[in-house]
C-alpha cells in the first residue's frame, strides 16, 4: 500500500451543472494503482470529509495519430488513469474548495502546449 498522501487526486468538474450547493457526489481522476480505501483515507485524513461509498472504473488514455511527411504515421496515446467516484455521508456546501489552483491550471497548459502527455510507441 503507498502512503496515502502521494496519490495524485484531481477532481474533475462538472460542465454540465453549475449549482454548486448541496454536492453529495464528486469525481475524481488517479493514478490506475489507487485503491477505494485510499481514496478514501485521503479523502477523510487530508479533506475531513465523511465518504460513504467509493466507486471506481478505470479509464484507457486515448490513442492518437500524428501524421508525418510522405504519409507515414506515429501512433501515440495518452496515460491510463482510473476515476473515482465519491459518495459523501453529508452534502458539502462549499464545492470550490477542491477547484484546481491557478498554478495547477497553467502546469496543465504548459503541458498540453508541448505535448508532453503523449508517449509514442
Do not use: C
Amino acid at each position: 500500500m503507498a502512503h496515502v498522501l502521494n496519490i495524485p487526486l484531481i477532481p474533475l468538474i462538472p460542465t454540465s451543472s453549475n449549482n454548486t450547493n448541496n454536492v453529495h457526489e464528486i469525481a475524481f481522476k488517479t493514478v490506475p494503482s489507487a485503491t477505494k480505501l485510499e481514496i478514501k483515507q485521503l479523502l477523510q485524513s487530508f479533506y475531513g470529509l465523511e465518504v460513504q461509498k467509493v466507486r471506481t472504473l478505470n479509464m484507457k488514455g486515448k490513442t492518437k495519430r500524428v501524421w508525418l511527411a510522405k504519409g507515414e504515421s506515429l501512433v501515440g496515446n495518452r496515460p491510463d488513469y482510473k476515476k473515482a467516484y465519491v459518495t459523501l455521508k453529508n452534502p458539502l456546501s462549499n464545492y470550490p474548495i477542491f477547484y484546481p489552483s491557478p498554478a495547477t491550471i497553467v502546469h496543465d497548459e504548459y503541458m498540453k502546449k508541448n505535448k508532453k502527455m503523449m508517449t509514442l510507441q
